[in-house]
């Protein structure tokens, strides 16, 4: 996945057999030739506030040794600072120190100015050495969250005091009541989630919800599905945990394994069947209704008339009005 004008800049970079000192400026630019001397100068074909933070930081792996982003011909430099801003305070936490952000206009020798959706041939190809880049570029098909964070970890390989203390796109999860049930798991769009159920004796099990900080964006969709509410957030990790991949336990509870249906469910009587099988087995009609008998309110014709508002005696002969509550016709007779 890439964005904006970087991934051909990427490309371009990665086929460069010499690591380029950049200067990024916006698409609306004027006139960024001005400037020093000793700078590869390539106008964006978009503002630097649609930039994204992965594909920036990862011009620094595939050939560019520093990257100097100029603000000084942005017709939003406040949005463009915003942008570009955490990433530098992110790599300079982590001792990194070639990403910078310029807003004064520089004044000094005329340069070539490149454009980023218009780059020349890479000398490499010129010369036929197509088959071999200088250096490896990201995996297009990352998602950005993942592109980042192996960015970040090729840049900074030990984390720093700085690191820990420098909250990261990624949620401290805490879930306190948890019942296993899990729709969190199903519901992270990253795959950050999983229950692990230990061996236990006699069908019963410690089982643990787990977090991998380093694969959480931050999303909130676990927080937002959770059916029983007991998942929340007490705040962000810090970018030093998402340089280890490891797994951190959000909840733990005593699970059984449902002699009826295989599911695990939260026990503490040491009752073997889960609550929906017990539910059924102690219902004569376990979950078939009698023919003929509709549960009110889940005909789709009694959900149309109570969205409505004018539903009135439920019953169990088939509805005289269709399902937009209009009348039914009078089939003739016989
Ligand atoms: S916040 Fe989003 S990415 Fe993080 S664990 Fe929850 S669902 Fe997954
Ligand atoms: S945290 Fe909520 S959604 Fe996730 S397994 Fe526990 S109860 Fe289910």
């Not at 889960?274 to 023919?291: D, H, K, Q, V």
């Amino acid at each position: 996945m890439t964005t904006g004008g970087l991934h051909a800049l990427q490309s371009w970079l990665a086929h460069e057999v010499d690591e380029r000192d950049l200067e990024l400026v916006c698409a609306e630019h004027p006139d960024p030739s001005p400037g020093e001397p000793d700078r590869t100068v390539v106008r964006l074909s978009a503002c630097v506030r649609d930039v994204a933070a992965h594909e920036l930081v990862e011009l620094l792996l595939v050939g560019a040794h520093s990257v100097a982003v100029r603000l000084d011909g942005c017709s939003d430099p406040a949005a463009g600072a915003a942008r570009v801003d955490p990433v530098v305070r992110m790599l300079r936490a982590g001792g990194v120190d070639r990403v910078t952000v310029e807003t004064d206009d520089p004044a000094e020798a005329r340069r070539t100015v490149l454009e980023a959706d218009g780059l020349p041939v890479p000398r490499r190809l010129l010369l036929g050495l197509a088959g071999g880049v200088a250096r490896t570029l990201p995996v297009p098909d990352d998602d950005p969250h993942t592109r980042l964070v192996s960015a970040v970890r090729a840049l900074v390989p030990t984390a720093t005091r700085e690191l820990t203390e420098l909250d990261a796109p990624s949620l401290r999860l805490t879930g306190h009541g948890c019942t296993a049930c899990d729709v969190c798991v199903l519901a992270c769009p990253p795959g950050a989630l999983r229950i692990q159920h230990g061996s236990g004796g006699g069908g019963i099990a410690i089982s643990t919800l787990l977090q991998t900080p380093a694969a959480c964006t931050g999303c909130r969709s676990c927080i937002d599905l959770c059916p029983t509410g007991v998942l929340g957030a007490v705040g962000p990790w810090p970018w030093s945990e998402l340089l280890v991949d490891r797994e951190v336990g959000v909840a733990t509870l005593t699970t059984a394994r449902c002699e009826r249906c295989g599911t695990s469910f939260p026990t503490t009587s040491g009752n073997r069947c889960c609550p929906t099988c017990t539910y059924r087995r102690s219902n004569p009609f376990g979950s078939a209704l009698p023919p003929g008998f509709t549960m009110p309110g889940t005909d789709i014709r009694d959900v149309r008339m109570l969205e409505r508002g004018h539903l009135g005696e439920l019953s169990a002969e088939p509805s005289s009005l269709d399902v937009d509550g209009r009348q039914r016709p009078v089939e003739p007779a016989g």
